[in-house]
């Protein structure tokens, strides 16, 4: 069983930071990789960035430039540091994470955390 926690949602404005945490608990013997999607009111949910547990990373367009992924692997937890929020990255964020938990490895999923951007 592995729990995906987020956290640090919230409301900020234009031009405004926030940063994101998800932390991974429950039997865990390896965290391949973690990372973050979003999903928007009548969108697809969509990958925003994700990080192995080497250190490599992906992102969206959008996200490069603006959001930074990070890991501490130690505390099997992700972050996400956004700045330059603008509207259109309103969304509710889920955190993902690919675990091999001693009996399968599969992909996990948070419950998501709401990011609201307006003025």
């Known amino acids: 069983q592995v729990q995906l926690v987020e956290s640090g949602g919230g409301l900020v404005q234009p031009g405004g930071s926030l940063r994101l945490s998800c932390a991974a608990s429950g039997t865990i013997f390896t965290i391949y990789a973690m990372g973050w999607y979003r999903q928007a009111p009548g969108k697809q949910r969509e990958l925003v960035a994700i990080i192995s547990s080497g250190g490599s990373t992906d992102s969206s367009d959008s996200a490069k430039g603006r959001f930074t992924i990070s890991r501490d692997n130690a505390k099997n937890t992700v972050f996400l540091q956004m700045n330059t929020l603008k509207p259109e990255d309103t969304a509710v964020y889920y955190c993902?994470?690919?675990?091999?938990?001693?009996?399968?490895?599969?992909?996990?999923w948070g419950q998501g955390t709401q990011v609201t951007v307006s003025s």
């Open positions: 993902h994470a690919y675990v091999d938990s001693g009996r399968t490895t599969r992909a996990y």
